[in-house]
């Protein structure tokens, strides 16, 4: 299959350490000529249009007296940033569970190109690069860097999906046991306000020193002095405020927030991050271009 033929590929020429691409990273100066949208994720016609698109729009600007623009490549385990090579600035960030298909031209030492689906707009765009007759090594250290990230995401958080998602679910069942603990409290409430109706004496009928207590000789409740629940009945608040959960502790929340507020779901980016390593990355050598004319840019 495309995904073992990556494998196959990659394992016979890994070029760094793990611990450099997992504690530090890896530069490469190179020359950008671009992103484009395409159709797919993969695929060796894919790539190329997308080449010869990026290509002609730059022998346009070239024309016009534009330069291409420098960028220096970091590459490690948590990904692939394109950075001004002078002020660092960091132009975009290509987690490596969004790149899919990487390649460089066989002909062209100088050209590699790889897919990566975007965070914010969910298409696939083609990044395409000239670099000093080491497109193959990059190539080869995104792939590794994939490899690497793959088998850190097995051994922690790929791990706790699942976990994650029964976390979720007693979650859901807190929530609905806060619910009914509210319920309840309710009906508390007007219980008592029905037996504090049920003790005021009527006007008249009890003589002054009755004030201080009741015909049981006990003290009445009064509605100045607040319920104080005994230690066996204890009664929350379903407010996000008391930063306790129904049993009085404080709730292990994955998601930080209350029930009705939910910032962007964890347990989806691992299920994201999980079916974008599933896919895999395929690495592959091809010819960009035939055209002698084309083969500079």
């Given at each position: 299959?495309?995904?073992?033929?990556?494998?196959?590929?990659?394992?016979?020429?890994?070029?760094?350490?793990?611990?450099?691409?997992?504690?530090?990273?890896?530069?490469?100066?190179?020359?950008?000529?671009?992103?484009?949208?395409?159709?797919?994720?993969?695929?060796?016609?894919?790539?190329?249009?997308?080449?010869?698109?990026?290509?002609?729009?730059?022998?346009?600007?070239?024309?016009?007296?534009?330069?291409?623009?420098?960028?220096?490549?970091?590459?490690?385990?948590?990904?692939?940033?394109?950075?001004?090579?002078?002020?660092?600035?960091?132009?975009?960030?290509?987690?490596?569970?969004?790149?899919?298909?990487?390649?460089?031209?066989?002909?062209?030492?100088?050209?590699?190109?790889?897919?990566?689906?975007?965070?914010?707009?969910?298409?696939?765009?083609?990044?395409?690069?000239?670099?000093?007759?080491?497109?193959?090594?990059?190539?080869?250290?995104?792939?590794?860097?994939?490899?690497?990230?793959?088998?850190?995401?097995?051994?922690?958080?790929?791990?706790?999906?699942?976990?994650?998602?029964?976390?979720?679910?007693?979650q859901k069942r807190i929530q609905e046991l806060e619910t009914e603990n509210a319920e309840l409290k309710k009906q508390l409430q007007e219980l008592e306000e029905q037996l504090m109706i049920a003790h005021v004496p009527p006007v008249g009928s009890v003589s002054m020193k009755l004030q201080s207590t009741d015909v049981f000789d006990m003290v009445p409740f009064s509605p100045v002095t607040p319920l104080v629940p005994s230690k066996g009945l204890q009664i929350y608040s379903c407010s996000v405020s008391a930063g306790k959960d129904l049993f009085g502790a404080e709730p292990f929340d994955p998601f930080t927030c209350g029930a009705a507020d939910f910032p962007p779901d964890i347990q989806s980016k691992l299920d994201e991050m999980q079916e974008g390593f599933k896919m895999g990355l395929t690495l592959e050598g091809t010819v960009f271009s035939l055209d002698p004319l084309d083969s500079r840019c």
């Open positions: 299959t495309e995904k073992r033929q990556s494998r196959k590929k990659a394992n016979k020429s890994w070029m760094h350490t793990p611990e450099a691409l997992a504690k530090h990273y890896i530069p490469y100066n190179a020359k950008f000529l671009g992103n484009t949208e395409v159709e797919a994720p993969k695929g060796t016609e894919v790539v190329k249009d997308a080449v010869r698109k990026l290509k002609f729009q730059r022998h346009i600007k070239k024309s016009e007296g534009q330069k291409i623009p420098k960028v220096e490549l970091q590459i490690s385990i948590y990904g692939v940033k394109i950075l001004d090579p002078k002020t660092k600035d960091v132009q975009h960030n290509c987690q490596l569970h969004r790149i899919s298909f990487c390649a460089d031209d066989k002909t062209d030492k100088r050209i590699f190109t790889f897919i990566c689906k975007d965070s914010e707009s969910n298409k696939h765009l083609c990044y395409v690069f000239d670099s000093e007759k080491c497109a193959e090594e990059i190539t080869l250290t995104i792939g590794q860097a994939f490899d690497l990230a793959y088998k850190k995401f097995l051994e922690s958080g790929g791990k706790d999906v699942e976990t994650r998602k029964q976390i979720g679910g007693l």
